[in-house]
């Protein structure tokens, strides 16, 4: 779910903040979650649209992966109000799920949330600062422009079917701890080499921790030629599993990503999810075409943005995916 913050009229009370978010606290997340974009839905004319609660693993791996980022403010019956969860993977941040209450959005509340948390990640040594929003919705691209915030690609999610491949490669989660420790670091090493700074290995090993998914990895005569992270445990409180959502995905060449798409949709298949999800930065075109040639379908968009004065880099080879959404 992107970013959301709306305008209300309603006088805001006492707010005090930040304080850690924990798992805790994740019943009163959710329910500031979902009223938030629910309104949200409801001001942009889509006035049957409920926004249901995340699954409480899902809320568990955006608390752990934030760490110190995962952020609330409480109002003035101590009540949770507001939240902000930022991530940091290697010198990459971003901001992502945030909302404030429908009741205290216009009052200053939010961009305190926002510049807590930019303030955080500027502090941790981030290069590159930012999140996703809904396109349509002008008065969420207003409010973190006036904050700073600029512009880039749309980020495209696509889904392709699930179905059987030929053969494997490798699934983390399948490998004896030392040799699963072995590969991570060279998931780093190959991420780094593409994307110097950045580094996904947190969320890796998190993932495997909290059995949420797994990560595959493309290896090709001793080299660690791609590999994908992804989740299959439901986003949403009492789903099934419809999608596989892929988090991060690196790759040296866009051929190593249709190989791993292949296994992706494999993986899929047997863990009993319908389909792969992927969000396609808009950087892509050229993958992102050769994607929709091989039956993928366009299901939602998001608008990127960053602060100004840390962009996403631009590179001269290679394939990052880094879903800024949980």
Known sequence: MSVGIAKHLKRPGNVSGPHPATIRDIVSLNAVFSGAFTDRYRKDGLIGVHVPNLSSSIWRFAIEDAGGGAMLWRGERDEIVAFNMCHLSGSEGWMGPLAVSPGLQGYGVGKSVVREGTGWLQAQGATVIGLETMPRT???????SSLG????????????????????????????????????????????????????????????????????????????????????????????????????????????????????????????????????????????????????????????????????PSRAGGVVLSNWEI
């Open 149 to 312: 915030f600029e512009p880039g690609h749309l980020t495209i999610t696509i889904t392709v079917e699930s179905e059987y491949a030929e053969h494997r490669i490798i699934q983390l989660g399948r490998l004896a701890e030392n040799d699963r420790a072995d590969i991570v670091m060279r998931c780093a090493e190959l991420t780094q080499s593409i994307a110097p700074g950045y580094d996904f290995t947190r969320e890796i090993n998190l993932t495997q921790s909290l059995a949420l998914g797994d990560t595959l990895v493309l290896e090709r005569d001793g080299n660690i030629d791609g590999f994908a992270l992804c989740h299959t445990a439901p986003l949403v409180e009492g789903r099934g599993r419809d999608e596989l959502r892929v988090l991060k995905l690196v790759a040296r060449t866009e051929s190593d990503v249709d190989t791993l798409v292949t296994q992706l949709a494999d993986y899929a298949r047997r863990s009993g999810t319908r389909r792969v999800a992927m969000r396609m930065q808009g950087e892509y075109s050229r993958l992102y075409g050769n994607l929709i040639k091989r039956g993928a379908r366009v299901r939602w968009t998001d608008l990127r943005m960053t602060l100004s004065g840390y962009p996403e």
């Open 138 to 144: 002008v008065d969420n691209i207003g409010f973190y």
